[in-house]
């Protein structure tokens, strides 16, 4: 090998190769290059549109890679990555094996092209993205303390229909203290969990409304207010998560960590609060107690159903708790001074926004119109994620449908199948891509 191309960094490999491959899609011959487009895919030549940009969660793609099919004629090609040429090589063969280490290339679009030497048209060129991921969170929350065998049903469908999903179960605490709930009923449903971690690596998080049973078995006095609206279930549903001062809280979540090992379950490190109703000092329970990622910051602005109904403060609390919240906002350590400050010392929890909310309130529509939000086509500079989800309780035919589609469509984008950024990711695992700083609080 001659010593300019040795001394290529990265090094940009070409060896002769026996047999002829047709073109990659993104890929083109130019006038004179025998093959076109359609002729052939990237499986077979090896190169592909997107490299996505390694981190602690995600092994990058660092290598760009492939066989490609030399014109007759051709005795000397020169190999250029975005307009620089960086080797020149005789060839008496077919074809040319690349390999070439991509890591010194940033965020966004790239070419490579072989021309013959001296010719100023290429006779192939390979268009290419170099990318960090865009993470998808898929939640649910466990509202009531039963989920029926047709909810558990269609959840187990969507895993059917989108073999990539993986999904975070906000269980809650409360489907073991209820009193009316028969124990049986209560195994099924922490072995039904259990199997979804097991075959499909769904996380197990928690999600706690304070019912009164469930607070009553912490030994804290349940409270019956201030609720953010008129509860429909059993008492406590409806009251803020905040009314329960930070040592209380810690109870609760303790608590809730006995009952989830107790059935199985194992200890929960990501929350949700119920309502949305997360306040600083809850985050600080949860901070002692051992959670890692909290996801109740929410874009409160497509809770719209919510705004002006009688008899709640639903809307009204999240459009002032969350008020920066939207569509793309992404995650960040809050500050021991407020919720939406970022500056140290932190608390030692990381927030994920819930910025595409839950499907009760937005249609298949809606959450592809914020997936392009968090994502238009290109290159991301930078990671970044998106959630969506749902409650078990409430996961009519036609809330699963709307789920259904909107994961068709982003399935358009995965990662593995070289169609573009989207990686499903637990919540849990955000903590290695935005990891907490060197300064976090915090025990």
């Given at each position: 090998m001659p010593s300019l191309l040795r001394s290529l960094l990265p090094p940009l490999v070409l060896a002769l190769a026996s047999c002829a491959v047709p073109a990659a899609g993104g890929s083109e011959r130019g006038p004179g290059g025998p093959g076109g487009k359609a002729d052939g895919d990237d499986d077979e030549l090896g190169l592909r549109g997107w490299y996505v940009i390694g981190n602690e969660l995600t092994p990058g793609r660092d290598t760009l890679a492939g066989t490609v099919e030399i014109?007759?004629?051709?005795?000397?090609?020169?190999?250029?990555?975005?307009?620089?040429?960086?080797?020149?090589?005789?060839?008496?063969?077919?074809?040319?094996?690349l390999r070439r280490d991509i890591r010194d290339l940033a965020a966004g679009e790239h070419e490579l092209s072989l021309a013959a030497e001296g010719d100023a048209t290429p006779f192939f060129t390979h268009r290419f993205s170099r990318s960090h991921p865009l993470y998808i969170v898929v939640s649910n929350d466990w509202d009531d303390t039963d989920n029926t065998d047709e909810q558990l049903r269609r959840q187990e469908e969507l895993h059917e229909r989108h073999a990539e999903l993986i999904l975070t179960h906000f269980v809650g605490p409360y489907t073991f203290t209820d009193p009316v709930l028969p124990e049986e009923r209560k195994r099924y449903l922490a072995d039904w969990v259990l199997r979804m971690q097991t075959e499909h690596g769904d996380e197990i998080g928690l999600h706690i409304h304070p019912y009164c049973h469930f607070v009553e078995a912490a030994g804290v006095e349940c409270k019956l207010e201030p609720e953010y609206a008129r509860s429909w279930r059993t008492p406590g549903y409806t009251v803020y998560c905040g009314a329960y001062e930070e040592d209380e809280f810690v109870e609760l979540l303790r608590t809730a960590d006995a009952l989830f090992e107790s059935y199985g379950l194992g200890k929960p490190r990501t929350f949700r609060a119920g309502g949305w109703s997360l306040e600083l000092h809850v985050l600080r329970a949860l901070?002692?107690?051992?959670?890692?990622?909290?996801?109740?910051?929410?874009?409160?602005?497509?809770?719209?159903?919510?705004?002006?109904?009688?008899?709640?403060?639903?809307?009204?609390w999240n459009s002032m708790q969350w008020a920066d919240i939207d569509e793309t906002s992404q995650p960040w350590w809050p500050s021991e001074t407020g919720m939406m400050a970022s500056e140290p010392p932190h608390v030692g929890v990381l927030e994920v926004p819930d910025n595409g909310i839950l499907v009760d309130y937005v249609t298949a529509d809606e959450m592809i119109e914020m997936f392009e939000a968090n994502w238009d086509g290109a290159a991301l500079p930078e990671p970044r994620q998106y959630s969506i989800g749902y409650h078990p309780p409430s996961l009519s035919e036609e809330y699963a449908q709307r789920m259904d589609d909107a994961l068709a469509h982003i399935d358009q984008f995965l990662s593995s199948e070289d169609a573009g950024p989207v990686v499903y990711a637990r919540l849990s695992d955000l903590v290695a891509v935005w990891p907490r700083p060197a300064t976090a609080g915090g025990p």
């Open positions: 014109p007759e004629g051709v005795s000397r090609v020169e190999v250029s990555v975005d307009g620089v040429v960086e080797a020149t090589r005789d060839v008496d063969g077919a074809t040319l094996d901070a002692r107690v051992g959670y890692v990622a909290d996801t109740s910051a929410n874009n409160w602005r497509r809770l719209d159903e919510w705004q002006g109904a009688s008899g709640t403060s639903l809307y009204e």
